[in-house]
């Protein structure tokens, strides 16, 4: 047996006579500094990581966890300061602490699970001044970063990085701040890929002008009938309406389409949960209702959420096409650009004048493959070259 | 400004509201020939007469009940429970009546009404005369609770509270009646709802009511010596509290320590220190610490009741503890 | 009823029992709507009905005027309905509905009418004691000649409560009366087993006057109740008027009642409050009245008022909230 001081069961509390050596975190020849977790101890009213006061390299564990044994009988032997020493330093050596029954408050710092013990203030200075708190030391008990600790940092030179551009830095809203969160997961977790392809929508905007004339309701756009082309393509393809889940694929409603608004305070994507009800007037009202409901901030739950396919139109800029990301709640979103222009070859091969929009779509590879894809946007594609079958409201019983 | 003790800044209060309106009458044991038990009525069965100066017998349950059919058919009456530890033998009137009225019959009326009584200990009064249940009433929607702390509020706040359209327990402390202070001349109503700030500090804030505002005071006197600039908030109203005041000054000092003389567990620093670890993450730089009488019954013997009573020291290891 | 000119007018005592019969069918078509709403759970929460006990709440408000006050029990629609509640709202009521007079935030424990004096019916077994204690200070205080009714069951007798408020109401010789609703029962166990005295003992204990009547002769109370009030309202401080009744349903809806003896659930039908008004009447001389025409006017109103609360919107929570405090304040 290697020599060594012993280090003992503690006393946690004025009833406590003796402890189970739950767990050990370490083992013969850790090096240990103070605050790291030696054992753990549960009574029976609770589990208390017992932590090094003192430098040492841990020499022998005496006891195996598991067991219990009295309070202060030796459990292992190190090469720190012995129990009750004289030695300024390790006077505490024994137990945290030995307040009557109360329960030992969170100890936390240096842990050994790596997270870092500071105060809310100074997170949030250091998340305002963009500070890894990893590399502040912290002053308060068992070396919680404090504020002040944080603004030390602060105040020290900083490195000779930064351009010396004058910059403003804007707190950003609330919803900017969900949305920057969220799309950022949606790139890092799902493997977007993207077909394209162009809709002919001549004949849909004669359409949209006639409906137009004799309406008095919310004017509809070309983006009612993209979101009418999408419910039709659900309908064709009931499948598509699904999204990868932890759990596992998760199908959705088919009727449902979102929608992503520009709004004051940021992109919203409220949900048309019964689009695939809906002939074009009524979606061209219910759209209308929900883009000022997300511009007035009265959205509630029961707008959002529910739909497996987004749309995005960027038609009212003279861009061509828009390549959105899709959210990380859905499994794919159609990107419009605006309507231009061009000339085709007809049956003859003479030029004809066509009114186009490219659309793309993009999709999430781990539930989608290319082909399927490709199959549902040819479906929305075919929708918008036949406008007049999304006047009418769609029949439930054709699924 | 004149030099009042609480105990005449609440019988001038009464006496004031009484002229003012025809409706106020008081109502409680000893209320009337005896002046009240603590004299806080004096000479108002004089002044008003036995229509509105209502001696009962040894009836609180009774009482507090009338008290809310009362302000149900146009009175606006003052009941005094001699002990806030008699309280709780008014709890239906309080908790199911009072309470509940205006709610539950749709806002039909209100029940005006006041519940004076006082609590606190120090004055070896042992278990049964001492204890400070306000939380118990903060507890129940539709109660308002106010806990002065000098005679300028106690005026204030008593004047709000019976001109207040809901049931008001308006909680006094034994040991603060023979206490002088200064009161502006006329005195004026204190809004309900409405902390004050005692004295300005930038390192720790301690919010206190009632007496434990003085033992805060003086906390915050030691802890100047010692170059610790401490703000003292004195909550003055406990349903509603103002929620305002303690954050901003939250966000000022980052610290934060609550004392009060009612048992620690489950009282209303538990409220406060829970909103403001809501409310004031983000602000703290520091634990929220409390100080409050331990978990037990009020003791008689005066060394241990000295004990019992949030000390001085006790604020000072809270405050040494958040600042740590 | 809410036609409180009837009681001025000088009609004759046929005409005036009638009209009590008419109120009486009025209090109990509305209580058995309510039964058979509640057995097809139309009506939220629990009621208990005071079917068999009519006359005491009709009795008693032929003596009481709009401004008299009165203070109620669990078992309270008679007294609400007796003293002028509207039965659309409190139909509303009970069907949780924000049209109810109390915005269905009280339902059918808490139907009241501040408009009409019914300071609510209550919870708390013994509390509307208090309450109506209270209400009779204040018509004292301020001067009113008004007087202040607590209804109470036999059960809550056991209530300390019950005594504090007749010592204070002796002591300060309130315009209160106390009506005692005597059925035999505190929930599902006979008074007889709960109590060691009898109230006219306790009354006299209290030295305040006590009358016993039979609770199911509605002329019976209402002559009662027109003399004890007539006296509290000249200042001679409070009486007690007790009203020996018969609770025919259980204690709540859908209570079985396995626990009363079929005879005795047998005998009620003798003393049905509707048939002793009709002897009443045929001792006047009065054989043809028509009952079931009455009933059918008075299922008129009744149909009318459901549906009429049927119609009605489910209430706010936002306004609920916001009428916890008289400013409004949000808790
Ligand atoms: C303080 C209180 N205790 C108990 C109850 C439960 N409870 C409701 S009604 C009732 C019986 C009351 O009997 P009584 O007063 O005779 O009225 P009845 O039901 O016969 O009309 C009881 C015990 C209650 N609501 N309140
Ligand atoms: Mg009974």
Redesign the pocket.
């Known amino acids: 047996m290697s020599g060594g001081n012993p280090l003992l069961m503690p006393k946690l509390g004025l009833t406590m006579t003796e402890g189970l050596l739950a767990e050990w975190r370490v083992s013969p020849g850790t090096t240990v500094r103070p605050g790291d977790v030696l054992f753990v101890v549960e009574t029976e009213k609770i589990a208390t990581e017992i932590e090094a006061t003192a430098e040492g390299r841990i020499e022998t564990l005496l006891v195996e966890s598991g067991k219990t044994v009295p309070v202060g009988s030796p459990v292992a032997l190190w090469t720190g300061p012995p129990p009750g020493g004289d030695a300024t330093e390790s006077a505490a050596a024994t137990a945290p602490e030995p307040a009557p029954d109360v329960v030992p408050e969170s100890r936390a710092a240096g842990r050994p699970d790596g997270r870092t013990v500071a105060t809310p203030l100074a997170r949030r200075i250091a998340r305002q001044s963009g500070i890894d708190l990893s590399t502040v030391r912290g002053s308060g008990p068992r070396g919680r970063i404090k504020a002040a600790d944080v603004e030390a940092v602060q105040t020290s030179p900083a490195p000779a990085v930064r351009a010396s551009v004058p910059t403003s830095v804007r707190q950003p809203t609330n919803v900017e701040r969900i949305v920057a969160d969220r799309l950022s997961l949606s790139k890092r977790t799902i493997p977007h890929f993207y077909v394209l392809a162009d809709a002919d929508v001549t004949e849909l905007e004669h359409v949209r002008a006639e409906l137009n004339a004799d309406r008095t309701g919310t004017r509809i756009t070309v983006n009612h009938f993209i979101i009418a082309a999408t419910a039709a393509a659900l309908r064709a393809y009931p499948d598509f309406a699904c999204r990868w889940t932890d759990a596992g694929i998760e199908s959705l409603p088919v009727g449902a389409v979102g929608i992503a608004v520009d709004t004051p305070r940021g992109l919203m994507v409220p949900v048309l949960a019964d689009a695939g009800a809906r002939g074009i007037e009524s979606i061209a009202d219910a759209a209308g209702d929900l883009v000022t409901r997300a511009r007035e901030g009265r959205l509630t739950p029961d707008h959002m959420g529910g739909a497996a396919v987004s749309i995005s139109n960027v038609g009212m800029t003279g861009a061509s096409m828009l390549v959105p990301i899709v959210d990380p709640d859905q499994s794919a979103i159609l990107g419009a650009g605006a309507i231009r222009s061009v000339f085709r070859p007809d049956a003859e091969g003479r030029p004809v004048l066509r009114r186009e929009v490219g659309l793309v779509l993009s999709c999430d590879h781990r539930v989608f493959d290319g082909m399927r894809a490709a199959r549902f946007l040819d479906a929305v594609v075919s929708a918008l070259n036949h406008p007049v079958r999304s006047i009418r409201t769609p029949d439930p019983g054709r699924g | 400004m004149t030099e009042i003790r609480y105990l005449k800044a609440v019988n001038t209060a009464l006496s004031d509201a009484m002229d003012a309106d025809p409706s106020v009458v008081l109502m409680g044991e000893d209320v009337g020939e005896a002046g009240g038990p603590f004299g806080a009525s004096r000479g108002l069965l004089e002044r008003f007469g036995p229509s509105r100066v209502l001696d009962g017998p040894i009836s609180e349950a009774a009482l507090a009940g009338a008290a809310v059919g009362a302000a149900m058919s146009g009175l606006r009456p003052v009941v005094e429970i001699m002990f806030m530890d008699f309280t709780t033998l008014v709890m239906d009137a309080m908790v199911n009546q009072a309470a509940k009225v205006r709610f539950m019959f749709g806002g039909q009326t209100s029940v005006p009404m006041v519940l004076r009584t006082p609590h606190g200990g120090g004055l070896g009064a042992g278990p049964q005369h001492s204890q400070c249940l306000e939380a118990w009433f903060a507890h129940v929607p539709g109660l308002k609770v106010v806990c002065p702390s000098d005679p300028a509020s106690a005026y204030g706040l008593l004047r709000a509270a019976i001109a207040d359209p809901d049931p008001v327990v308006f909680v006094e402390n034994k040991a603060l009646y023979a206490m002088k202070g200064e009161i502006a001349d006329p005195p004026a109503p204190f809004a309900i709802g409405r902390a004050a700030i005692r004295r300005s500090g930038t390192d720790v804030t301690i919010v206190a009511y009632g007496a434990a505002v003085h033992t805060a005071g003086t906390a915050a006197d030691r802890l100047a010596e010692r170059g610790v600039s401490a703000e003292v908030v004195d909550l003055l109203s406990l349903q509603p509290w103002d929620e305002a005041t303690v954050l901003a000054s939250l966000s000022r000092t980052h610290r934060l320590v609550i004392v009060h003389e009612a048992v620690e567990a489950f009282g209303v620093g538990a409220e406060i220190a829970a909103r403001m670890a809501q409310v004031g993450f983000d602000e703290l730089d520091g634990p929220i610490m409390r100080v409050g009488a331990p978990f037990m019954p009020v003791p008689f013997s005066k060394g241990l009741e000295a004990a019992y009573m949030p000390s001085v020291d006790a604020v000072l290891q809270a405050v040494d503890k958040t600042l740590e | 009823m809410r036609d409180r000119e009837l009681t001025e007018r000088r009609l004759d005592e046929a005409a005036e029992i009638t009209a009590l019969l008419r109120d009486l069918l009025i209090v109990r078509r509305a209580e058995e709507r309510l039964s058979a709403m509640f057995a097809d759970g139309e009506v939220p929460g629990f009621i ?1 009905l005071s079917i068999g006990q009519e006359a005491v709440s009709v009795g008693v408000m032929r003596a009481l005027r709009v401004e008299d006050t009165l203070a109620s ?3 309270g629609h008679g007294h609400a309905i007796a003293k002028g509640m509207p039965l659309e709202g409190f139909f509303s009521e009970l069907l949780a509905k924000n049209e109810g007079l109390c915005r269905g935030r009280g339902g059918s424990m808490h139907v009241a009418d501040m408009s009409v004096g019914m300071l609510g019916a209550n ?4 509390a509307g004691l208090s309450i109506a204690l209270g209400s009779a200070l204040a018509h004292k205080t301020l001067g009113r000649n008004a007087v202040a009714v607590a209804f ?5 007798l056991a ?1 300390g409560l019950v005594h504090e408020c007749m010592n204070l109401a002796a002591l300060w010789k309130l315009p209160l009366l106390f009506v005692c ?1 005597n ?1 035999g ?3 599902f166990r006979p ?1 007889s087993q709960q109590l060691a005295f009898a109230l006219g003992d306790l009354a006299s204990a209290y030295r305040i006057p006590h009358r016993i009547v039979d609770g199911n002769d509605v002329v019976a109370v209402a002559e009662a109740a027109e003399a004890v009030v007539r006296s509290i309202r000249k200042g001679e401080g409070p009486a007690v008027l007790e009203c020996m009744t018969v ?1 025919v349903r259980g ?1 709540f809806e859908g209570d079985a009642q396995k626990y009363r003896d079929q005879a005795e659930l047998d005998a009620m039908t003798e003393r049905d409050p509707i048939r002793v008004v009709c002897e009443r009447l045929a001792a006047c001389g009065v054989n043809d009245t028509d009952l079931d025409g009455l009933t059918r006017e008075v299922d008129a109103v009744i149909e009318a008022a459901v549906a009429a609360a049927r119609r009605g919107t489910d209430p706010d929570p936002v306004a609920a909230r916001h009428d916890v405090y008289t400013d409004g304040a949000a808790a």
């Open positions: 208990h029990t669990h078992r919870g708390i077994v013994g109470f069951g036999d059960g809550a209530e609703e059925n029962w505190g929930e008074t609770r204690h």
